[in-house]
């Protein structure tokens, strides 16, 4: 499969995407890791929650597209980085992006 072919399906937008006890679990997973929590944490662990419940695979280009111009490249890239050293997220050898087994467990406890 071609990359050009894996950008083209867009993340569903049909989960709630703010709803506040959908932050407050994130909130929570990011405390269980030891981690301080930003709007952009908030954000990108959203657009993969939204992802992981319609089984869809998440790259770099469709964060940056749905965070918009809020974060630089960079900072999209440091913010998964360290939520990948910390085990919330993992990275597939196809530079996709997906919520951890223990992350997800986590958040569906709360």
């Known amino acids: 499969?071609?990359?050009?072919?894996?950008?083209?399906?867009?993340i569903s937008t049909s989960a709630p995407r703010t709803?506040?006890?959908?932050?407050e679990s994130i909130r929570e997973l990011l405390h269980h890791y030891g981690l301080r929590v930003t709007?952009?944490?908030?954000?990108?662990?959203?657009?993969?929650?939204?992802?992981s419940g319609s089984q869809q695979v998440v790259?770099?280009?469709q964060i940056r597209t749905q965070v918009g111009s809020e974060?630089?490249?960079?900072?999209?890239?440091?913010v998964i980085r360290r939520l990948a050293f910390e085990g919330v997220l993992s990275?597939?050898?196809?530079?996709?992006?997906?919520?951890?087994?223990?992350?997800?467990?986590?958040?569906?406890?709360?």
């Open 19 to 23: 709803d506040r006890s959908r932050i």
């Open 1 to 10: 499969m071609s990359t050009a072919r894996k950008f083209a399906t867009p």
């Open 71 to 78: 974060l630089s490249s960079q900072k999209i890239r440091e």
């Open 91 to 110: 990275i597939s050898p196809g530079n996709s992006f997906d919520l951890t087994v223990e992350a997800r467990s986590i958040l569906a406890r709360h």
């Open 39 to 51: 709007m952009f944490r908030i954000k990108v662990i959203d657009i993969l929650l939204n992802a």
């Open 59 to 61: 790259y770099l280009d």
